[in-house]
C-alpha cells in the first residue's frame, strides 16, 4: 500500500509540475485565439555575381575586408565555419547551399574573387540568402 500512495504522490507532483508548461502552451497556441496561416518564405531562382566575402570580416573591417588583398584572411574565416556571403553592389546575400548545408567548402577557394551563383534567394526583415544550386568563377 506504501508503494502504490508513493506511485499516487509521484504522478500526481509531474501532473501538476507539468500544468504551467501545458497552459503557457495553450496561451500561445489556443483553438480560442486567432493565427494567421503564413506561407512559407519559397523565393524566387536569380543569378548573383559578386565578391566571395567572409562575414565577420567585412562587417568589422569594411574596405579592409574585401578584395584579394583580404582573400587569405578570409579564407581562414571561411574555413573556420564563418559565414560566407556574395556582396552584389551594396547588398549581402548570405550563402547555403541548396541542400541545407554550409556553402562554406564550396566558396572558401573562391574568396575576394568575383563569383556567379545561381539559385533561390530568400529574404527576410531586410536580410537576404541565396540557396545555392549552382557555382562558377564570374567572366
Excluded at 94 to 103: F, S
Amino acid at each position: 500500500m506504501k508503494r502504490y500512495a508513493g506511485w499516487m504522490i509521484a504522478v500526481g507532483l509531474s501532473i501538476v509540475a507539468s500544468a504551467p508548461v501545458a497552459w503557457a502552451h495553450q496561451g500561445m497556441m489556443g483553438e480560442d485565439e486567432d493565427h494567421e496561416t503564413v506561407a512559407e518564405n519559397t523565393g524566387t531562382e536569380q543569378t548573383l555575381t559578386g565578391e566571395v566575402v567572409d562575414v565577420f570580416c567585412y562587417l568589422s573591417h569594411e574596405k579592409e575586408g574585401l578584395g584579394k588583398g583580404h582573400a587569405g584572411c578570409a579564407k581562414k574565416c571561411i574555413e573556420s565555419g564563418l559565414p560566407v556571403a556574395i556582396k552584389v553592389g551594396d547588398e549581402l546575400y548570405l550563402a547555403a547551399m541548396a541542400d541545407h548545408n554550409p556553402a562554406n567548402k564550396m566558396l572558401v577557394t573562391y574568396a575576394g574573387e568575383q563569383v556567379t551563383v545561381h539559385g533561390q534567394v530568400l529574404e527576410k526583415d531586410g536580410q537576404h540568402l541565396i540557396s545555392i544550386t549552382k557555382l562558377e568563377k564570374a567572366k
